[in-house]
């Protein structure tokens, strides 16, 4: 039996007017069933509540079993970077635009919501992708992503040199705008834009994508989840190149320095209403096109 949740965070898109006013239902429909409720302290200052409970996102994670995130599919990916490390499920309020991750709608979540906080949900693990950067040998600075990691020059429009090695076996050589590495939760994202497979969330595999190499041969490859991806950036390479992770945090690297991709331990407990499946969501945000017959 799933066990009740009793402490519910409250994770919203900072001056949001909507986002806003989503939270504010939410925090009375959740003490209104007895719920003890904590609000992020970024958007708490911003709700008309008297005697919140304002805490930040790690204290959020520590008291809560339940945590539910106001915005856009960037406002969990921002949640879920931190959340990982907790055991708490997550479930999403669309106020974005696509909403891949954030799957309950702001005017009818709370019949969906009921039925979660009831029990009657799907459980879904979304494993992260861990990236660190290595110069002479030792880590200088690593961090997480949801979707992907990115291997960019900080000039737009330029190339960089660096070699794959996967599990320490060299895979190849390439001259290109960079390289996105992504897990399948990432796969409808920047991957996708760069030509990458949609792979279902459930796969243990990570996928490799090419930006816009200067080689009519490179393609993107799916490999296995557990393998352990070495980019090593040539020393010819100008200064100024980054690991993006997610499109939000930024990792400094410099010419002759080793980026370590790997699945990270810690995965991202999401929670979806029964009704929830994952093609219609990709024949809804896509725009596919309905059945024939």
């Known amino acids: 039996m799933k066990k009740p949740?009793?402490?519910?965070?409250?994770?919203?898109?900072?001056?949001?007017?909507?986002?806003?006013?989503t939270l504010l239902q939410l925090h009375k429909f959740l003490t209104q069933r007895g719920l003890n409720v904590v609000v992020e302290e970024r958007v708490a200052t911003e709700l008309a509540i008297t005697d919140v409970d304002a805490v930040d996102l790690v204290q959020l994670g520590e008291r809560c079993d339940l945590a539910i995130v106001v915005g856009g599919d960037g406002n969990?990916?921002?949640?879920?970077?931190?959340?990982?490390?907790?055991?708490?499920?997550?479930?999403?309020?669309?106020?974005?635009?696509?909403?891949?991750?954030?799957?309950?709608?702001?005017?009818?979540?709370?019949?969906?919501?009921?039925?979660?906080?009831?029990g009657d949900y799907q459980l879904e693990q979304r494993y992260l992708l861990e990236a660190e950067v290595y110069r002479h040998g030792r880590l200088k600075s690593s961090n997480t992503a949801v979707n992907e990691a990115v291997l960019h020059p900080g000039k737009i429009a330029h190339m960089i040199d660096f070699e794959v090695?996967?599990?320490?076996?060299?895979?190849?050589?390439?001259?290109?705008?960079?390289?996105?590495?992504?897990?399948?939760?990432?796969?409808?994202?920047?991957?996708?834009?760069?030509?990458?497979?949609?792979?279902?969330?459930?796969?243990?595999?990570?996928?490799?994508?090419?930006m816009f190499p200067h080689t009519l041969s490179a393609r993107p490859i799916v490999v296995d989840g557990d393998s352990v991806i070495t980019l090593r950036v040539s020393d010819g390479n100008e200064d100024n190149l980054q690991v993006s992770c997610d499109g939000h945090v930024t990792l400094s690297v410099m010419p002759g320095d080793e980026i370590k991709l790997r699945k990270h331990k810690a995965p991202l407990t999401l929670l979806h209403p029964n009704c929830y499946d994952y093609y219609e969501v990709l024949r809804t945000k896509l725009g596919w096109s309905s059945s024939l017959f």
Not at 169 to 178: A, E, K, L, M, T
């Open 165 to 210: 090695l996967i599990n320490d076996h060299f895979v190849f050589q390439q001259r290109s705008d960079g390289l996105i590495i992504s897990t399948p939760t990432g796969s409808t994202a920047y991957s996708l834009s760069g030509g990458g497979p949609i792979m279902m969330p459930s796969l243990d595999a990570l996928v490799l994508t090419p």
């Open 5 to 21: 949740f009793q402490t519910v965070g409250l994770i919203g898109k900072p001056h949001h007017e909507g986002a806003n006013q």
């Open 76 to 118: 969990m990916l921002g949640a879920a970077r931190v959340l990982s490390r907790f055991d708490v499920g997550v479930v999403g309020v669309n106020r974005g635009n696509l909403g891949f991750l954030t799957d309950l709608s702001p005017d009818e979540y709370e019949q969906p919501l009921t039925e979660i906080l009831s």
